[in-house]
């Protein structure tokens, strides 16, 4: 059985940080392209960053330069830096896990707000 469990979301004040973690098992985790996703409430779910096993990444516009992604493969995990967070970041954030299938954590909040 699948499994990717987020951890690590919570209340952090504007240009706060917080680090997020996704334990993956049931799966070949290196063959795997990891991303974080998030939503809104009232919008769509959206791409944050995704890493591939060989190292490359793609982040979204809006987090360029302040979210890092990284992975351990020796862990299975999945990991989430975001750094100067913004109120308009304050979403729901889901890890995903994409090969020639595809999988989803059930998320973890991250509300930033004063």
Not at 51 to 66: C, H, I, K, P, Q
Not at 69 to 90: F, G, H, W
Request: proline letters at 3%; one cysteine or more; charged letters at 15%.
């Amino acid at each position: 059985q699948v499994q990717l469990v987020e951890s690590g979301g919570g209340l952090v004040q504007p240009g706060g940080s917080l680090r997020l973690s996704c334990a993956a098992s049931g799966i070949i985790f290196r063959f795997y392209v990891m991303g974080w996703y998030r939503q809104a409430p009232g919008k769509q779910r959206e791409l944050v960053t995704t890493l591939s096993s060989s190292g490359s990444t793609n982040y979204a516009d809006y987090v360029e330069g302040r979210f890092t992604i990284s992975r351990d493969n020796a862990k299975n995990t999945v990991y989430l830096q975001m750094n100067s967070l913004k109120p308009e970041d304050t979403a729901v954030y889901y890890c995903n896990a994409k090969a020639h299938d595809q999988y989803w954590g059930q998320g973890t909040q991250v509300t930033v707000s004063s």
